[in-house]
């Protein structure tokens, strides 16, 4: 257990509908990363939150949207779903200081799109 | 532009045997690398990371990687390959942009063990 914690861990729905994704963060850690895995696109980076802001942003789609609460828990919002969407996501967390490089991930959340 | 290459899409090798992936790295400077592992079902966890100092660094489950700036790689060695180390394996390199860290991660090599 990594102690970053993703639900749900499977998830299947219909193309056009819209999904929300959770994360809690490794207890301490500010700040949260959201990654897409799929077979033919590989670990796509989407966004990162520290503390509850934005700091960096990747390949996000304009139909995907995440924030981070202030508890830290952090949500990817899935909408108008397509096929291509189908995938794995993941979630990391890092912690302050030196620890700021290092990534820890959850187990992922695999999104079937039908 | 930045990037990370790892150009090895799949690897076989037999249990026991010595094991190397490559990774090498797009960038001006230093970077902070990383070597991660995904199992089957499974999130990355951290094998190993270099920051600075010594160039050959050791990571958890006998892995080692050896940082070479003349060849900008970071390749990834194990002496004897055990079958419970099948599995993904992913190089990355953190760079700081803008006061920002950023994260890229290689397209990854399959691992595969044989008997």
């Known amino acids: 257990d990594s102690g970053v914690t993703q639900t749900p861990k499977h998830l299947i729905t219909a193309t056009g509908q819209r999904v929300t994704l959770r994360c809690s963060p490794r207890?301490?850690?500010?700040?949260v990363y959201w990654y897409q895995q799929s077979l033919d696109q590989g670990l796509q980076f989407l966004i990162q939150?520290?503390?509850?802001?934005?700091?960096a942003k990747g390949n996000i789609l304009e139909r995907f949207s995440a924030q981070q609460f202030p508890d830290l828990h952090s949500e990817l919002n899935l909408s108008s779903l397509e096929l291509g969407d189908s995938a794995l996501y993941f979630c990391?967390?890092?912690?302050?200081?030196?620890?700021?490089?290092?990534?820890?991930f959850g187990a992922g959340s695999r999104l079937t799109v039908l | 532009a930045q990037s990370v290459t790892q150009p090895d899409i799949h690897i076989t090798v037999s249990e026991g045997a010595s094991l190397e992936l490559r990774c090498n790295y797009s960038?001006?400077?230093?970077?902070?690398l990383f070597w991660y592992v995904q199992s089957p079902g499974q999130g990355l966890q951290l094998l190993l990371k270099?920051?600075?100092?010594?160039?050959l660094v050791q990571g958890i489950k006998g892995f080692e990687a050896e940082f070479k700036r003349s060849q900008s790689s970071f390749n990834l060695r194990k002496p004897s390959v055990h079958w419970s180390d099948a599995a993904e394996y992913f190089c990355a390199v953190v760079l700081y942009s803008g006061g920002y860290q950023k994260v890229t991660f290689g397209t990854g090599t399959k691992l595969q063990v044989i008997p």
């Open positions: 270099y920051f600075s100092g010594d160039t």
């Open positions: 207890s301490g850690d500010l700040s």
């Open positions: 960038y001006g400077a230093t970077p902070y």
């Open positions: 990391a967390s890092s912690a302050r200081g030196e620890g700021a490089n290092v990534l820890t």
């Open positions: 939150y520290y503390n509850g802001e934005e700091r």
